[in-house]
């Protein structure tokens, strides 16, 4: 079973920057692609990134897309969401998920999922 946690949220400020990881425990996750989630207040949870198990390919939605940057150390079972330029509808609890399958943007795809991280970002 694998357990994910995701740390780094905070409150920031429009054009700030905060890092995300997702650690990983329970079992290696060195083999699965991984993906970043958010739910905004009153929204449908969103895809956000998506990375291949190697870190060599890596998808992003066009609301984020130059902006974030998702990366992976497979050697601390970790997998990061690198964000800067942060813009007060980014404000979202955040989650890291782990899909069986290939790199997907559909949550349905996704078999594991932390309890999420709130990045709040005021204007």
């Known amino acids: 079973q694998v357990q994910l946690e995701e740390s780094g949220g905070g409150l920031v400020q429009a054009g700030d920057s905060l890092r995300l990881s997702c650690a990983a425990s329970?079992?290696?996750?060195?083999?699965?692609?991984m993906g970043w989630f958010r739910q905004g207040p009153g929204k449908e949870r969103e895809f956000v990134a998506t990375?291949?198990?190697?870190?060599?390919?890596?998808y992003y939605a066009d609301s984020v897309k130059g902006r974030f940057t998702i990366s992976r150390d497979n050697v601390k079972n970790t997998m990061y969401l690198q964000m800067n330029s942060l813009k007060p509808e980014d404000t979202a609890v955040y989650y890291c998920?782990?899909?069986?399958?290939?790199?997907?943007?559909?949550?349905?795809?996704?078999?594991?999922w932390g309890q999420g991280t709130q990045v709040t970002v005021s204007s």
């Open positions: 329970g079992c290696t996750v060195s083999s699965y692609a």
């Open positions: 990375i291949d198990w190697s870190g060599g390919i890596t």
């Open positions: 998920a782990v899909t069986l399958r290939w790199v997907a943007q559909s949550s349905r795809f996704y078999n594991y």
